[in-house]
């Protein structure tokens, strides 16, 4: 079945510093990929998503590329900031399984100043 | 619009009490999700809802769940009997169609004492 496996954490990196978190997906078709990010005390928010294999999704200097042939959604941003301090989520959406979406297990990050 | 809104935020019940969740989504979003995430893991899918159609309910969600969507908007879903194990967030999301994200709901924090 379809399921996303990501990074244990939690993360915690100094301002300024480089964030990869990894994302890897097993699914039966052609997922839409997503990363979603949890702020402490708050809902879900889409973070970026990529709906196709080499497509690059990016938002707030976050960026994650979908990569077929890895079957791998990797987030990544270059300068980390207090304020990206939070929890993020992989998560895999397909026709196949009616379009429920399959979550990893979040990754804790905390970026200290 | 202003996005996906639950009620109550919390909820606190004991053990054996029957308990009612509501979720209003995004105005035009004919699917609509519910979650269940408990502390240090990602959402687990529920159930789901197209316009008023229940499509599809996971293992999870024993006989003494049940979710309803009556005209195709808001969405209830209801515990009865509860049990410690059912503490948790539940959380709900809306979305327009098939390949787009989810838009996520605050959620309602449940405790059962």
């Known amino acids: 079945g379809d399921s996303v496996t990501q990074m244990e954490g939690p993360v915690t990196l100094s301002e300024e510093a480089c964030l990869t978190i990894?994302?890897?997906?097993?699914?039966?078709?052609?997922?839409?990929l997503f990363w979603y990010v949890q702020y402490p005390g708050e809902g879900l928010q889409l973070l970026l998503k990529?709906?196709?294999?080499?497509d690059k999704g990016s938002n707030k200097g976050f960026e994650a590329t979908y990569r077929k042939e890895t079957t791998s959604f990797h987030l990544e941003k270059g300068s980390v900031q207090v304020s990206d301090s939070a929890v993020y989520f992989c998560a895999l959406s397909e026709r196949n399984t009616g379009n429920q979406f399959y979550f990893g297990t979040g990754t804790s990050l905390t970026v200290i100043p | 619009d202003t996005g996906v809104s639950q009620d109550p935020r919390h909820k606190i019940t004991k053990r054996g009490q029957n308990v009612t969740f509501r979720c209003d989504p995004i105005?035009?979003?004919?699917?609509l999700y519910w979650y269940r995430q408990t502390l240090g893991q990602g959402p687990e899918f529920l159930t789901y809802?197209?316009?008023?159609?229940?499509?599809?309910k996971s293992r999870l969600l024993s006989d003494r769940f049940s979710a309803e969507r009556p005209k195709g908007s808001f969405s209830t879903l209801e515990i009865q009997r509860t049990e410690q194990g059912d503490s948790a967030m539940y959380l709900c999301?809306?979305?327009?169609?098939?390949?787009?994200?989810?838009?996520f709901g605050q959620g309602t924090r449940l405790t059962v004492v």
């Open positions: 990894n994302c890897t997906y097993t699914a039966t078709g052609y997922p839409s």
């Open positions: 990529a709906t196709k294999a080499d």
């Open positions: 809802f197209q316009n008023e159609a229940q499509l599809e």
């Open positions: 999301a809306s979305s327009f169609s098939l390949d787009t994200e989810a838009f």
């Open positions: 105005s035009e979003h004919n699917r």
